[in-house]
């Protein structure tokens, strides 16, 4: 598979009006990308990129779990090369499994982070045929390889982005299309706002998923903890587990 240049490429980023999605947007023109479709569910929330960045930012009402918003978004973004599954949700910090409301969450969490991303990549995998192949990258999560305490349902969530990221690399590599999985630890955003632990800023982020994907690494580690728990994972999936398990039960009893 080829290695993608992020100079040149057009892009679609979904969530992309705020976190890790605008900061996406920000880095791939900064970089050179031609074109960036940024994907929001209120496109007047993209206002200040189109006033930055003029016709190379596109503004796409995408809501995810919309499939009218999906079909458009492909038949408008036809000259796609790269698409970029980043919007996501996350329920309540804290909310155990066992909670009345888990249910509902994880309902949401993975309409959002596991249905949307599979009804876009199945929508752009046409486009990004025609033009050659290009790529798509799955923001999942750290939390995707081992259940976070703190985020129990997300976790699943994002383990089932995980899974289907290796479902496309499969089901793509026919038409050419490289296909990576993003696996962060905590980023300094809205989502993690509550998560008591150090973060990495969008900014930072977004420029190590870009120099991960040019590098053609399938799976990203952007920030020092994902490394880590990366590294830990690939070593020793069970020790990860009981770390991960009693760092939550030590802040608890802290
Ligand atoms: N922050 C972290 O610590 C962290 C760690 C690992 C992975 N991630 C992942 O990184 C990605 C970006 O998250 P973030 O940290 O940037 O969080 P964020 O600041 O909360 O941004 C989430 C984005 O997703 C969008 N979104 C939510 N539901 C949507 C839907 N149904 N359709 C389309 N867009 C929707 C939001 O749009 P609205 O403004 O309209 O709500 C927003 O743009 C997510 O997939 C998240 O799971 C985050």
């Not at 399938?218 to 952007?222: G, L, N, Q, R």
């Given at each position: 598979m080829s290695v993608e240049k992020i100079a040149g490429s057009v892009a679609v980023v979904s969530?992309?009006?705020?976190g890790i999605g605008r900061a996406l947007v920000e880095e791939l023109l900064t970089a050179g990308a031609s074109k960036v479709y940024a994907g929001a569910r209120?496109?007047?929330?993209?206002d200040d990129l189109r006033e930055t960045w003029g016709s190379r930012v596109v503004a796409l009402k995408l809501d995810v779990t919309e499939p009218e918003d999906v079909g458009r978004a492909a038949t408008s973004a036809a000259d796609a090369t790269i698409l970029f599954n980043n919007a996501g949700v996350a329920g309540?910090?804290?909310?155990?499994?066992?909670?009345?409301d888990a249910l509902a969450h994880a309902r949401h969490e993975m309409e959002v982070n596991y249905f949307g991303v599979l009804a876009l990549s199945s929508a752009f995998a046409p486009v990004l045929a025609r033009n050659g192949g290009g790529a798509v990258v799955n923001v999942a999560s750290v939390a995707g390889l081992v259940n976070f305490p703190l985020f129990q349902t997300y976790s699943a969530s994002k383990a089932a982005v995980h899974s289907v990221t290796q479902a496309l690399r499969t089901g793509l590599s026919s038409q050419g299309t490289f296909v990576a999985g993003v696996y962060p630890g905590p980023v300094d955003t809205e989502m993690a706002r509550d998560v008591p632990m150090e973060k990495t800023s969008a900014r930072d982020v977004a420029r190590a998923i870009l120099r991960s994907l040019e590098a053609g690494e399938?799976?990203?580690?952007?920030d020092p903890v994902s490394q880590q728990m990366g590294a830990m994972f690939l070593e020793d999936p069970k020790g990860l587990e009981q770390a991960t398990a009693a760092m939550a039960a030590g802040e608890e009893a802290a």
């Open positions: 969530g992309a009006n705020r209120n496109p007047d929330s993209l309540t910090v804290g909310t155990s499994i066992t909670d009345p399938e799976e990203i580690f952007p």
